[in-house]
């Protein structure tokens, strides 16, 4: 539960405030002018807050709508993020939001029809069928029962079809989805990880089981899924862990449901991964063997690729070639390739 609620002035009567402090009405509520003199300051304690988190209710001035990164694609021609929340409520070791933010408060921008008017004026200058990415700085669906965002923007991408929305997540909070009809210009894209790496890696988040029963139930609504596995990390006995894993997700859920599958490796901007290692000297995954290649470090190049390439035959056992989208190269012989034990 959130204890602690800072709100800007700008947006202390907005409705969508007065909303979520209805449904929080034991938070200690504090105003303040501007969100960055809290989120942004220095010496925070990333590790401390991350123990109870407080929520910052602000409205985002500009850039609310941004290219996304290459790799960050499922088909589409034009590919957009927005980020209309930051930071997460879950407590991954491989997440990048660790590195790249100071705090972790999470900053919550209601003013979420100055995003879906940039996202129209985008789609405008397009000559062909955009899609806005959520969830590239935060979890889709975490705080929706706070939020309402996923509501507001199922609603809002209806009346827009040439306008596409992933909203990626790891989180069951899919009621406000089941109460609307499914739409075809939305996608809900889940991150998938085997149990062993979910249990050491991905903290307070719901397990594998309880991620598929989600899409399972998305799908049977009439909801297009998409499958996240990115990261996929390093064990010594990765067929074992990724030839079951693979099996589990594909076993149970319906292969026409599925819009498409990602597939990528752990990777972090080099000063992200000084960053994450301070806050985690201990932690195995960044013991593992490490390669630095044009600004970024990741798991040594043999076990990725051989990680890799063994994922990918496993992947397109089950779905065709078209709705599979690695997020990095993957060298065809990739499976094949002597890893150092």
Not at 68 to 78: E, L, R, S, T
Request: overall charge negative.
């Amino acid at each position: 539960m959130i204890e602690s609620v800072y709100i800007e002035e700008d947006v202390r009567d907005h409705p969508r405030t007065l909303e979520i402090l209805r449904k929080l009405p034991r938070a200690e509520v504090q105003t303040i002018q501007r969100y960055g003199e809290l989120f942004n300051r220095k010496r925070q304690n990333f590790r401390l807050q991350k123990q109870q988190p407080a929520l910052i209710l602000a409205r985002k001035h500009a850039n609310h709508v941004l290219s996304a990164p290459a790799d960050y694609n499922i088909g589409g021609q034009h590919n957009f993020y927005f980020s209309h929340l930051l930071n997460c409520v879950y407590d991954c070791r491989y997440c990048f939001l660790q590195g790249m933010f100071r705090s972790a408060n999470y900053v919550l921008f209601v003013n979420y029809e100055d995003f879906f008017e940039q996202i129209a004026q985008t789609q405008h200058t397009l000559s062909s069928p955009g899609w806005y990415f959520s969830g590239y700085d935060c979890d889709s669906l975490a705080l929706e029962p706070w939020s309402g965002f996923a509501e507001a923007a199922v609603d809002w991408f209806r009346d827009h079809p040439n306008c596409h929305i992933e909203l990626r997540t790891k989180s069951t909070q899919i009621r406000s989805l089941l109460k609307r009809p499914a739409i075809d210009n939305a996608v809900v894209a889940f991150s998938l990880a085997p149990d062993p790496v979910a249990q050491a890696l991905e903290h307070k988040a719901p397990s594998l089981e309880k991620r598929l029963d989600a899409l399972r139930t998305l799908a049977e609504a009439g909801w297009r899924i998409g499958l996240r596995m990115d990261p996929v990390i390093w064990a010594d006995n990765y067929e074992h862990v990724y030839g079951a894993f693979l099996d589990q997700v594909f076993k149970g859920l319906p292969t026409d449901a599925i819009h498409s599958v990602s597939l990528g490796g752990f990777r972090l901007p080099v000063d992200f991964m000084k960053t994450v290692t301070r806050l985690y000297p201990e932690e195995p995954l960044f013991a593992l063997p490490m390669t630095q290649r044009d600004g970024m470090v990741s798991v040594a190049h043999e076990r990725e690729q051989r990680l890799l390439g063994f994922c990918r035959d496993g992947i397109l056992k089950h779905v065709p070639d078209t709705r599979f989208f690695p997020c990095q190269p993957i060298e065809p012989g990739a499976a094949e390739i002597t890893a150092p034990g």
